[in-house]
C-alpha cells in the first residue's frame, strides 16, 4: 500500500524554536508538496519539490529522494506559525493524474 | 482573480438529502481536483478533471456521488441520499497542468 506517515503527530513549541515536521513515503514519487491548514479549513501550499532543497522566508523543505524521506523546517518560529502542516505526494506510477496522496498532518501550536 | 472559491462554504441537510458543491478554480487552470477531509485527517482524493474531461475517480466516489465540469471551467460535486458518513470537508484544488495545486476554502458538510 502506498503511504504518507508525518511526525510527529502533534507539536508545542516556545516563541523562537526551530521546528521540524518529517514526512516519508513508501514508493517513488514525482514530486512532494508541503501545505499548511488553519482552523476553519482553508489550504495553502508552501512548498512543491522533487529534489534537493527550497527555502522561503523562515521556511525551509528538503527532500532525499534515496531515503524517501522529506523535512519542513521552520526558523524563529512565531505563535502565527501554529497550524496544521500536511505532506502530501504525487506517486511516481501514477502517470498524469497527479492526484495527491495527503499524510494525516501535524499539528504545530507555538506558544508566546 | 482571486484564487479557488468553493460555495457554499457550509451545508447542514438532513440525511436521504441530495446536495450539491460549486468550485471555482483558478481561470487559466485546466486541471480541478475534488479531495475530502474528515476530521483530524488528510485529505483523500475523490476525482479529478483535465478541462472537462473526468480522468480519474476514487473508489471513495461511490454511486451516491456525481461530478462535471461542463465547460471547463467550475464544477459541481452532488451527493444523493446523504448518509452520516459523508459529513466531511470537502475541498477542490487547481493547477495548471501537474503544476502546484492551488486549494479553495472548502465547504464542510454536515449531515444530520
Known amino acids: 500500500k502506498n503511504e504518507v506517515e508525518q511526525s510527529p503527530q502533534n507539536l508545542t513549541a516556545q516563541e523562537g524554536e526551530f521546528i521540524t515536521i518529517n514526512c516519508s513515503y513508501s514508493v517513488g514519487i514525482s514530486a512532494l508538496h508541503w501545505l499548511q491548514q488553519h482552523p476553519g479549513g482553508g489550504i495553502v501550499s508552501l512548498f512543491m519539490?522533487?529534489?534537493g532543497k527550497k527555502k522561503h522566508g523562515r521556511l525551509i523543505a528538503t527532500i532525499n529522494i534515496q531515503e524517501k524521506h522529506s523535512s519542513l523546517h521552520i526558523t524563529a518560529s512565531h505563535p502565527r506559525d501554529s497550524a496544521v502542516y500536511i505532506c502530501a505526494v504525487g506517486w511516481a506510477y501514477s502517470g498524469s493524474a497527479r492526484q495527491l496522496t495527503f499524510g494525516s498532518g501535524t499539528q504545530l501550536t507555538v506558544l508566546p | 482573480d482571486t484564487g479557488v472559491s468553493q460555495n457554499p462554504r457550509h451545508k447542514i441537510t438532513k440525511r436521504g438529502q441530495n446536495v450539491t458543491f460549486r468550485c471555482d478554480p483558478i481561470s487559466e487552470h485546466n486541471r480541478l481536483y475534488w479531495y475530502r477531509q474528515t476530521l483530524g485527517q488528510g485529505p483523500e482524493f475523490l476525482t479529478y478533471?483535465?478541462?472537462?474531461?473526468?480522468?480519474?475517480k476514487s473508489r471513495l466516489l461511490s454511486d451516491r456521488f456525481s461530478a462535471e465540469r461542463p465547460k471547463g471551467s467550475f464544477s459541481t460535486l452532488e451527493i444523493q441520499r446523504t448518509e452520516q458518513g459523508d459529513s466531511a470537508m470537502y475541498l477542490c484544488?487547481?493547477?495548471?497542468?501537474?503544476?502546484?495545486?492551488?486549494f479553495g476554502p472548502g465547504t464542510r458538510l454536515t449531515v444530520l
Open positions: 484544488a487547481s493547477s495548471f497542468l501537474a503544476d502546484t495545486q492551488y
Open positions: 478533471f483535465q478541462n472537462e474531461a473526468q480522468l480519474e
Open positions: 519539490l522533487s529534489s
